[in-house]
T-cell receptor
Framework: DQQVKQNSPSLSVQEGRISILNCDYT??????FLWYKKYPAEGPTFLIS?????DKNEDGRFTVFLNKSAKHLSLHIVPSQPGDSAVYFC??????????????FGTGTLLAVQP | EAGVAQSPRYKIIEKRQSVAFWCNPI?????LYWYQQILGQGPKLLIQ????????DSQLPKDRFSAERLKGVDSTLKIQPAKLEDSAVYLC?????????????FGPGTRLTVT
């Protein structure tokens, strides 16, 4: 049972254009969402997050949008740079502010930004 | 600030052999996680420690996997005996505490190949 789904295994974008990575979830109890970026042979690194009380969070070139009714979130990268080429994981948690911080990860999307 | 350290980085063993992985979290981080990432999938939580106590080990195959966190700092994850399906990257992560929006910081992982 895949509770967090990233249906696009890969995405190719031209440098300077917008990259949009999508994530869908099935568990309506998820209340906190995160995006992680992973380079080869390295562990995932935190990128940006959003709680379920918001519908948008922005940090520099990165913006995450949350549509709770559709159980969908997306990560926008504008403008895209070659250094953004990596695997992006969407993750969700059911216990924001609680005693545990268990993350459920999607399968990842490989982003390739072409110079 | 030093990141999460893991060793070894790579390990190749034959099925039915034993293997152990070591993790040193970021100094001051009370919560430590072990994840298993199989090729093409997102990380899956195996076990979560809060200081030296287990918070969640619901997805740990306890018949062959064991983990401990001595003195609430370093941790080891052991597999005995290994199976072919245990081939994966084992990621260690830590966070300041287990609740709330505290992001998890990941180590580089140990790539295990079982032949």
């Amino acid at each position: 049972d895949q509770q967090v789904k990233q249906n696009s295994p890969s995405l190719s974008v031209q440098e300077g254009r917008i990259s949009i990575l999508n994530c869908d979830y099935t568990n309506s109890m998820f209340d906190y969402f995160l995006w992680y970026k992973k380079y080869p042979a390295e562990g995932p690194t935190f990128l940006i997050s959003i709680s379920s009380i918001k519908d948008k969070n922005e940090d520099g070139r990165f913006t995450v949008f949350l549509n709770k009714s559709a159980k969908h979130l997306s990560l926008h990268i504008v403008p895209s740079q070659p250094g953004d080429s990596a695997v992006y994981f969407c993750a969700a948690s059911t216990n924001y502010g609680g005693a545990t911080n268990k993350l459920i990860f999607g399968t990842g999307t490989l982003l390739a930004v072409q110079p | 600030e030093a990141g999460v350290a893991q060793s070894p980085r790579y390990k190749i063993i034959e099925k039915r052999q034993s293997v152990a992985f070591w993790c040193n979290p970021i100094s001051g981080h009370a919560t430590l996680y072990w994840y298993q990432q199989i090729l093409g999938q997102g990380p899956k939580l195996l076990i979560q420690f809060q200081n030296n106590g287990v918070v969640d080990d619901s997805q740990l195959p306890k018949d062959r996997f064991s983990a401990e966190r001595l003195k609430g700092v370093d941790s080891t994850l052991k597999i005995q005996p290994a199976k072919l399906e245990d081939s994966a990257v084992y990621l260690c992560a830590s966070s300041l505490t287990s609740g709330g929006a505290y992001e998890q910081y990941f180590g580089p992982g140990t790539r295990l190949t079982v032949t």
